[in-house]
T-cell receptor, first 112, second 113 residues
């Protein structure tokens, strides 16, 4: 009963490095989302997907790319990490538009 | 008017007290409503869904008032473990943008011994 799994849990990067965050869900959900949350702030939507092979921009997409090659996986990429991208990243999924989201337990990313 | 508004608090209440939070939303055609709780630096966890006139789950009661465009969360007999930030979440009406949910910034609750 894994639900939504995010890897890695923690990561420290140097400015300019690249990395990919993986989100995997085993609930056969159509919709998947990537959020970031900065200290004392609310959730901000980065990108989302409404089905395999589709992606769309959210509120703060700059500096990030995403891919959804398989229905169960949603990848978030940072091509050239910047200190402003230091944050906690949450992935979420849901089945239909009237349903709630289920969240992974987050990836804590620090960029030096 | 912001899409979803919550009083940020903090609400500091003694153990055993009853506390209520409100959340207002701007789009009268919004479909679905949810309450999540978020502990410090943890993921949001679904607390309750509010689909029609409201629902109850143990010490928690959620109400929806479509005429006044707000939802509420009532917590009875507060426990120390209820200390968290409570997020109001609204699903837009069908159409463009309906895939995205709108999160309030949260109301912080501290239950004091």
């Amino acid at each position: 009963n894994a639900g939504v799994t995010q890897t890695p849990k923690f990561r420290v990067l140097k400015t300019g490095q690249s990395m990919t965050l993986l989100c995997a869900q085993d609930m056969n959900h159509e919709y998947m989302y990537w959020y970031r949350q900065d200290p004392g702030m609310g959730l901000r939507l980065i990108h989302y997907s409404v089905g395999e092979g589709t992606t769309a921009k959210g509120e703060v997409p700059d500096g990030y790319n995403v891919s959804r090659l398989k229905k169960q996986n949603f990848l978030l990429g940072l091509e050239s990490a910047a200190p402003s991208q230091t944050s906690v990243y949450f992935c979420a999924s849901r089945d239909r538009v009237e349903q709630p989201q289920h969240f992974g337990d987050g990836t804590r990313l620090s960029i030096l | 008017r912001k899409e979803v508004e919550q009083d940020p608090g903090p609400f500091n209440v003694p153990e055993g007290a009853t506390v209520a939070f409100n959340c207002t939303y701007s789009n009268s055609a919004s479909q679905s409503f949810f309450w999540y709780r978020q502990d410090c630096r943890k993921e949001p966890k679904l607390l309750m869904s509010v689909y029609s006139s409201g629902n109850e789950d143990g010490r928690f009661t959620a109400q929806l008032n479509r005429a006044s465009q707000y939802i509420s969360l009532l917590i009875r007999d507060s426990k120390l473990s209820d200390s968290a930030t409570y997020l109001c979440v609204v699903t837009p009406p069908p159409g463009a943008g309906s895939y995205q949910l709108t999160f309030g910034k949260g109301t912080k609750l501290s239950v004091i011994p």
